[in-house]
């Protein structure tokens, strides 16, 4: 099923080759927005953990399956890193050595936004990640194994999911500011972190809940009842509220205070990607709140699907809309430094309001693109799930999970 | 609610699988049960005896709509008609700026709405004579309560076994 989205993504790649921004940007969208979402997988899971939580017991190989995609974001992220040294691409502003000499601002920014903190970030975070991940999922298969009456394992896994949570928190701030706010390189905002994470919470949640209905679909997690689905559900609900709480905040305090480097980013959004920036909002927060504020929206797999599906595509609009507006500046900007070459594309010169496709709306390469990594990620979560029991057996939770009552 | 005197009839359970399995079968006996009480909320409890699902969250929903409509309504109206005021260059109609008051008078309105609209349902103003069958029940017993107004001696007796054949630890009448 992934390796014929796969070759089509393929094909994408080299049809979108002449615009490389198009193709960089939708792959270091693409690569942050799955990768983001294994990461707040293995939060959810060491959450759970941590607030001795049960009722998620019986499907919590599907969330290991999940945080094992961090492996292959990393080899997504080394491409970005190397395009990064090589000049494959003109992603961030401060990479280019000649316009943070001439720029004061990027010039005070140089100690934290240069390729090596870059490079080492990425590298040694993720690695932390991968880290947790596997020796949460090492653990919990192990006590499958030979997990006594001690409850030995389920222990460990505590002191480690522990000591991942505040882990997480520092460090996913510190590389999304890498990753995606540095692509405004002028702007910043520190509730960016914020929103980004509860905008993968969102993502990741969904992601579980359509796993799950698929895979009951196929026969398997039969214990696993709308019960346990209106409780995740509930979450994709209340993040939803709090992606928005965040996103409303981080709008209004800049709004009110109106100084012009930070207004720009909003500015460009609101003018000039008019759909992604209101649709962002439609998709995000009015459609799944009213949709799944009844109890029994939350229990009925059409509804939950939709908007599962619904908010998945939201929240990658959300990345294709902080993303976009930022790198494309970026490239008119080399592009002209370079001479000769020009760009067109909403940010451009006097372009206000057009679409264009592929940036101010998603095109279908765009969604194309998205296609192959979401495959991508599918692939790597059934290859890890197929090779273990899908219901842990010496887990001192597993009664509570089958019994779970909302 | 009505209020006149009803003789009670209760029975006391120590666990609150043991009252579950009781209601189900007062339920399969077509007995008429006045009340439970339990002193946390049992799960299963609702569908075993039957109740429907609370409409108050819809009633919660319409106040938080009225306070929605009413903070931005009235915000706007001060602003644009009755005392426009420049804050900070801003714009009189700065919608951004009412968000905040809106979502707290929806939050405010629908809470006071459904808290009072539940005090008046279940009769609780200030003064009311609420009894207790037995005070045990706010802490460790399990109560299911007939009401025996005007039942026959067999019938109370039917009651009776009944409380003793689902393992009840006492038996016990009350005028309230």
Redesign the interface.
């Known amino acids: 099923m992934g390796l014929g989205i796969l070759c089509l993504l393929l094909t994408f790649f080299l049809d979108s080759q002449p615009l490389h921004v198009r193709f960089w940007t939708n792959f270091l969208q693409n690569t942050v927005f799955f990768t983001g979402i294994a990461f707040i997988t293995l939060f959810i899971y060491a959450a759970f953990i941590t607030s001795w939580a049960g009722w998620y017991t019986q499907f919590k190989r599907v969330m290991e399956a999940m945080t094992m995609f961090l492996v292959p974001g990393l080899v997504l992220l080394l491409v970005v890193i190397a395009g990064l040294w090589l000049g494959w691409h003109e992603l961030y502003h401060w990479a280019s050595a000649e316009e943070v000499a001439k720029d004061q601002v990027l010039l005070g920014k140089s100690g934290f936004l240069n390729k090596g903190w870059y490079t080492l970030g990425t590298l040694v975070i993720v690695g932390i990640w991968i880290f947790f991940a596997m020796r949460l999922r090492s653990l919990s298969l192990a006590e499958d194994q030979n997990g006594g009456v001690d409850f030995a394992h389920h222990r460990k896994m505590r002191i480690f999911a522990a000591a991942f949570l505040p882990v997480a928190g520092f460090s996913s701030a510190a590389i999304i500011w890498q990753w995606t706010m540095s692509i405004d390189a002028h702007w910043y905002s520190t509730l960016y972190a914020w929103y980004t994470g509860a905008s993968w919470f969102i993502a990741a949640n969904a992601t579980l809940i359509l796993l799950l209905i698929y895979l009951k679909s196929k026969g398997y997690y039969q214990g696993v009842n709308e019960e346990h689905l209106q409780d995740l559900g509930k979450y994709l609900f209340a993040i939803s509220i709090f992606w928005t709480y965040l996103w ?1 905040s981080q ?2 305090l800049i ?2 205070a ?1 100084i012009g480097e930070e207004t720009t980013y909003f500015q460009t959004r609101m003018h000039d990607y008019p759909v992604l920036f209101y649709g962002n909002l439609v998709m995000n927060f009015i459609l799944p709140f009213f949709i799944l ?1 009844r ?1 029994d929206t939350k229990r009925k797999y059409g509804t939950l699907v939709f908007v599962c599906v619904l908010v998945i595509l939201g929240h990658w609009v959300d990345f294709f809309q902080m993303i976009k507006p930022g790198a494309l500046d970026t490239a008119i900007h080399a592009a002209g430094a370079h001479g000769g070459e020009t760009i067109s594309g909403a940010g451009g010169h006097g372009d206000h309001g057009a679409f264009h496709m592929g940036f101010t709306i998603p095109g279908l390469l765009d969604l194309g693109a998205m296609l192959g990594f979401a495959a991508l990620f599918i692939f790597v979560v059934f290859s890890r799930l197929e090779k273990v029991a899908l219901e842990p057996t010496n887990d001192p939770y597993m009664a509570e999970s089958v019994h779970h ?1 909302v | 609610m009505d209020t006149a005197q009803k003789e009670v009839l209760f029975g006391l359970y120590d666990d609150e699988e043991v009252l579950l399995d009781a209601v189900r079968k007062a339920k399969g006996d077509h007995l008429e049960i006045m009340d439970v009480f339990t002193p946390f909320p049992v ?2 409890l609702d569908p075993a005896l039957g109740l429907e ?1 609370s409409r108050l969250h819809i009633a919660g ?1 319409i106040y938080g709509a009225i306070g929605t409509l009413f903070a931005f309504g009235f915000m706007t109206w001060v602003f644009t008609r009755d005392w426009p005021i420049i804050f ?2 801003k714009p009189y109609w700065s919608v ?2 009412f ?2 008051i809106t979502f707290e008078l929806t939050v405010l309105f629908s809470a006071i709405g459904m808290t009072v609209t539940f005090f008046t349902i279940c009769g609780m103003w200030p003064g009311v004579n609420n009894p207790t069958l037995d005070d045990r029940i706010t802490d460790d017993k399990f109560c299911i309560a007939f009401n025996t107004n005007g039942q026959s001696k067999t019938e109370v007796d039917r009651l009776k076994s009944f409380f003793k054949e689902t393992g009840a630890s006492e038996v016990n009448t009350k005028v309230i």
């Open positions: 409303f709008y209004m709004w009110y109106n504020m109890n009552h | 799960h299963g699902e929903f900070g260059g951004p700026a968000i905040p």
